[in-house]
């Protein structure tokens, strides 16, 4: 087959190959959060797409390795462009894919077909402040405010509201596909849905000093009737608690 011919066919299967892998949904087994799937999928998606390429391009070195390496009369590459704006149409083709993935993923982690995330029901509201070196949880709707543990309802959206009060913290549950950071004097938002309920660890992800390996906190997702019998329990707890008064 003439060259002329064959290099749009190759544009072609590229092409197909990229919108094939970015519109078929992958299964997603065993995941714990709306989050966690939307970045394993995106993940799993990058790599069908980049060791296939790799390996295109390994191949091709070592075939001029092996091809070209005892030439003693090398010849210049004549000038082709048909085959330039092919390799050209085909990069921008895999960089689209790899940029229109991401960022559906990484700048809208709320597309989602989840529990509870295509209804106009309220998320939980959770303002997260990482400080030196502790990390509180404040549920601002219910009034409470909890030290290092973390309490949410399974299948509910959950809204975080991140912070800090002094130094640059992160927040990370691996198991749940979550991490984003916390910057002093600005909130950032996250919003995820844990499918699954059991516990699991958060820590800090983000080096911020000497107690940096003591910021560990747990989460504890339950179902929504015990996410409110702790709510309760932790309102009249607070309720309980002597207030101060000015002395007179």
Request: some cysteine; proline content about 7%; glycine content about 4%.
């Amino acid at each position: 087959m003439n060259q002329s011919r064959l290099l749009p066919l190759v544009v072609l299967l590229v092409g197909l190959i990229v919108i094939t892998v970015a519109v078929v949904p992958l299964p997603t087994p065993g995941y714990d959060s709306v989050s966690e799937v939307l970045l394993r999928t995106l993940h799993r998606r990058l790599l069908l797409v980049a060791v296939p390429l790799t390996l295109l391009v390994e191949g091709a070195i070592l075939y001029a390795m092996i091809t070209f390496h005892a030439n003693n009369d090398p010849k210049p590459t004549e000038e082709r462009p048909s085959f330039e704006i092919t390799w050209t149409v085909v990069v921008v083709l895999i960089l689209l894919f790899v940029g229109t993935s991401s960022y559906l993923v990484l700048g809208n982690l709320t597309v989602s077909a989840g529990p509870d995330m295509t209804n106009s029901s309220r998320p939980v509201d959770v303002h997260v402040t990482g400080q030196n070196w502790f990390w509180e949880f404040t549920y601002p709707d219910e009034e409470v405010t909890t030290t290092n543990t973390l309490v949410l309802p399974a299948n509910r959206t959950i809204l975080f509201r991140i912070t800090s009060t002094d130094v640059i913290h992160s927040v990370h549950i691996p198991a749940l596909g979550v991490k984003q950071d916390a910057f002093p004097g600005r909130t950032t938002t996250f919003k995820t849905n844990v499918t699954k309920a059991g516990t699991y660890r958060l820590y800090c992800a983000e080096f911020c000093g000497v107690g940096h390996s003591t910021m560990l906190a747990t989460v504890r997702v339950v179902a929504p009737p015990e996410y409110q019998q702790w709510l309760q329990q932790h309102k009249r707890t607070q309720s309980d608690r002597p207030q101060a008064t000015d002395a007179t």
